[in-house]
């Protein structure tokens, strides 16, 4: 019989924290040259789209724009120890959001996990979320999601010279973790009903987890997991992707104009390939190959 363990670990270094009240808002630092570069090219928004009363309107008066996301997401959004810098996919789109509502990229981000995010967007605290949010129906009940912006899918990684495990139904009868709140949780759920599954906060707990045998597989979203095993040799993904997850822009439920305001960014950032120099600049430093055709946006339920 499965059974579920939540685990809930404080942790040790603040840009690990899982939750928005572990770790002060962390201003987003300049980009890279690279970086500036891509910002460049990005564009700002005509003054007559900056609707008067308008969630735009009230973030161009406050100056900045305040992120929901992470500081600790190989690739996707993770803070650079020397220079202070947010960089990663993720990061890098919600400076482009930024500068085209403000004409600059200017951004607060607020240490989210994937317990508070509806919290956050609910009461205010953050004005977007980007961090890997998968859409779903069930989430699209509490907030709003633009997008998708972005596909990838589940895999398996394990410590390195672990056998038997090379499909999802292999991890029935192991300890199995993943983050709380994730769809890792009923994928392994439906594919391996009898697995036991072990939950943490954030994705360096689950891999300090796995690097100490509190469970035999990690579940978590390739684009985590190859910057994971690139990083760090002891683990190996074993499995391809065996779900397909969309990532949405999580905003607060029932702002329909803001809504609106995104998914047109989404479609001027596509078309002047900044969403494809985004890529190339994160993901596709490490996935070989061109950057992929971005997902059409308002293409899956609860978007």
Not at 227 to 237: G, Y
Request: net charge negative.
């Amino acid at each position: 019989m499965k059974r579920f363990v939540a685990v809930a670990v404080a942790s040790v270094l603040a840009l690990a924290a899982c939750g928005e009240s572990s770790s002060p808002a962390v201003p987003g630092a300049a980009p890279s040259s690279g970086g500036a570069d891509v910002l460049a090219k990005a564009p700002v928004a005509a003054a007559a789209e900056i609707l008067p009363g308008s969630t735009m309107e009230k973030i161009k008066q406050r100056g900045e724009l305040i992120v929901g996301g992470s500081l600790d997401a190989p690739l996707l959004s993770q803070q650079n120890p020397v220079t202070g810098e947010v960089e990663g996919f993720d990061a890098m789109m919600g400076k482009a959001l930024a500068k085209y509502i403000l004409g600059e990229p200017k951004v607060k981000i607020v240490n989210s996990a994937s317990e508070t995010r509806e919290a956050l967007l609910a009461n205010g605290t953050v004005d977007v979320v980007f961090q890997t949010y998968t859409i779903t129906e069930e989430r699209a009940e509490q907030v709003a999601f633009a997008g998708p912006y972005y596909t990838s899918g589940l895999t398996i990684a394990v410590k390195k010279g672990t056998t038997g495990i090379t499909k999802p139904e292999d991890l029935n009868g192991k300890k199995v973790l993943a983050g709380a709140n994730t769809p890792a949780i009923p994928a392994i759920e439906q594919a391996a009903p009898d697995a036991e599954i072990i939950t943490f906060g954030s994705d360096p707990e689950c891999m300090q987890a796995l690097k100490q045998d509190r469970g035999v597989a990690y579940v978590q979203d390739e684009t985590l997991l190859i910057a994971n095993a690139q990083k760090d040799p002891s683990i190996e993904i074993v499995t391809k992707p065996f779900t397909v997850d969309p990532y949405g822009i999580g905003l607060k439920h029932g702002d329909d104009q803001f809504k609106k305001f995104v998914n047109d960014w989404l479609v001027k950032i596509q078309q002047a390939g900044v969403w494809q120099d985004i890529w190339k600049g994160s993901i596709g430093t490490v996935v070989t190959g061109e950057a992929p055709a971005p997902p059409q946006i308002g293409s899956v339920p609860g978007s």
